[in-house]
């Protein structure tokens, strides 16, 4: 199965920090583009396409916690990042990247943030003048002052995310030049049970700003936007935007009833993944 480079951000707080821990951390995911994977005991992960993109997030939290008086005094908090090959089977994610970044976090001090070299190496220049070298070959993320005011955060959201939801699955595409197979065969990346679903019926792009369906099939693909009439894709492609429904073969034929439910927008509030 292909693996691609993606950033591991882990976080850890005390029992009584950590409720509060994961509602920022889900919050600086969402507007970072990255995708809150879930957590276990006191500790949480959360995915993101860059090193950058993941320290921006720790310093939204610790942002967040400082404008929360006297939280911001109190709130212990730890945190690791890695990045490298991840793979992911359905709704699992495996590889050394995440072993690796639970070890920075288990290694970092309350109130730390230890980020590898292979990591912080990707960083921007800002940010690169935030970390300095720590034992065993990571960098500590020490923001001053400037990096941590609130308004730095408080406008900023990240770049339009393409999600899939179909019965109980959900796939997410935040990268430009990601794609999302949709069909009957088991190796799609979202699997539809319909008879008007060709193997391979329909892929969809994220393409900069843009999101675009093409259509591989003999029956057609039918694209609703809001509470509009389906529209008829055969053989062609067809712009996504904002909220709706992606429907297989003929107008309420097979795959009409159950159809796949597509999000291509801009997300600024916190949601869970």
């Known amino acids: 199965m292909a693996k691609r480079e993606t950033t591991v951000l882990f976080a850890g707080a005390a029992a009584g920090d950590f409720p509060r821990l994961t509602d920022t951390l889900k919050h600086a995911a969402q507007v970072g583009s990255g995708r809150f994977v879930g957590r276990q005991g006191r500790e949480a992960m959360t995915l993101f396409a860059t090193p950058e993109a ?13 404008a929360l008086s006297p939280m911001g005094a109190s709130w212990r908090t730890r945190f690791g990042v890695h990045s490298g090959a991840l793979g992911q089977r359905g709704d699992e994610f495996f590889g050394d990247t995440i072993d690796q970044a639970l070890e920075l976090l288990h290694a970092a001090r309350e ?10 190496e990707r960083l921007g220049e800002q940010l690169r003048a935030c970390v300095t070298r720590a034992p065993g070959g ?8 400037r990096m941590l005011a609130p308004e730095r955060f408080s406008a900023r959201a990240g770049p339009p995310a393409l999600r899939l939801d179909y019965r109980s699955r959900s796939i997410v595409r935040r990268r430009d030049g990601d794609e999302a197979t949709i069909g009957s065969d088991a190796a ?6 319909h008879r008007g679903a060709s193997q391979r019926h329909c892929t969809i792009s994220r393409r900069g700003s843009t999101c675009v369906l093409r259509d591989h099939s003999e ?5 609703t936007f809001g509470g509009g009439a389906p529209r008829a894709v055969l053989g062609e492609e067809i712009v996504l935007s904002g909220q709706g ?10 795959g009409s009833e159950d159809p796949v ?13």
């Open 219 to 223: 029956t057609g693909t039918f694209v």
């Open 111 to 120: 109130g730390e943030a230890l980020i590898s070299a292979h990591a912080a």
């Open 138 to 145: 990571a960098f500590r993320l020490l923001p001053n002052d």
């Open 188 to 193: 799609c990346d979202l699997a539809v049970d």
């Open 54 to 66: 993941a320290a921006t997030a720790v310093l939204r939290m610790h942002a967040y916690a400082r």
């Open 245 to 254: 429904l992606i429907a297989f073969g003929i107008p309420g034929g097979p």
């Open 261 to 273: 439910r597509f999000t291509f927008q801009a997300q600024n509030a916190p949601t869970e993944n």
